[in-house]
Nanobody, 114 residues
Framework: QVQLVESGGGLVQPGGSLRLSCASS????????MGWYRQLPGKQRDLVAK????????MYEDFAKDRFIISRDDAKKMTYLQINNLKPEDTAVYYC???????WGQGTQVTVSS
């Protein structure tokens, strides 16, 4: 069973940046497509971005196209989400997901507040 562990969340001031990390235990990580989701307070969990296996093609939801960057390092079995110019409305729990194996991480809290 693949396991995912997120890190990098925290309290950030508006306008700041964060890089969230997701470590995978998968033995064939490069074969798997990965995604980042977020769950705003009181809301459902929504997709932020995906990055596909092999060619690394990325896809972003409309709200994420300007300030979010998803990336991966297959050698390290890591997936990243860079968030720039953070806004209070970005406050959420951010989850990593192995899209191929339908596995979720435990989530990491991002709080944007002055």
């Amino acid at each position: 069973q693949v396991q995912l562990v997120e890190s990098g969340g925290g309290l950030v001031q508006p306008g700041g940046s964060l890089r969230l990390s997701c470590a995978s235990s998968a033995t064939d990580f490069s074969s798997y497509s990965m995604g980042w989701y977020r769950q705003l307070p009181g809301k459902q969990r929504d997709l932020v971005a995906k990055i596909y296996n092999r060619d690394g093609h990325t896809m972003y939801e409309d709200f994420a196209k300007d300030r979010f960057i998803i990336s991966r390092d297959d050698a390290k079995k890591m997936t990243y989400l860079q968030i720039n110019n953070l806004k209070p409305e970005d406050t959420a729990v951010y989850y990593c997901r192995d899209l191929t194996n339908s596995v979720w991480g435990q989530g990491t809290q991002v709080t944007v507040s002055s």
